[in-house]
């Protein structure tokens, strides 16, 4: 038993073929831009993503790991940058401790 699919269901098919192609890839490249933007603003949409959608159908951890790379090679400077003192009186700023004393930044858990 031979099964054939005529000219009208197979032209429907392929357009939504395509429409899930085009939408895979334009929430694809959506996800790719949102894991290049600065934390807050990754995290503020990923609270919105509906349940493990995106771990599902993209390969989240490999847009991560080359969306987040950077560019900075062994040896660098280390970008300048400030952060909120932990008793939150004011801010500590890279640049200016640099020009102090030497500094070390020292990146892991110490749990």
């Known amino acids: 038993m031979s099964f054939r699919l005529g000219p009208r269901v197979r032209k429907i098919l392929l357009t939504v073929l395509v429409a899930v ?24 949409v990923m609270a919105k993503m509906p349940g493990p959608v995106v771990f599902l159908l993209f390969p989240f951890e490999t847009f991560w790991m080359h969306a987040r790379a950077g560019t900075l090679q062994v040896g660098d400077a280390a970008p300048d940058f400030s952060l909120q003192k932990l008793d939150h009186t004011g801010s500590v700023q890279l640049s200016a401790m640099v020009k102090q004393q030497p500094v070390v930044l020292v990146f892991g858990s110490y749990t």
Request: proline share 8%; glycine share 4%; net charge positive.
């Open 21 to 44: 192609a085009v939408v895979y890839a334009t929430f694809g490249i959506f996800m790719w831009h949102t894991m290049r933007k600065p934390p807050e603003d990754f995290a503020r």
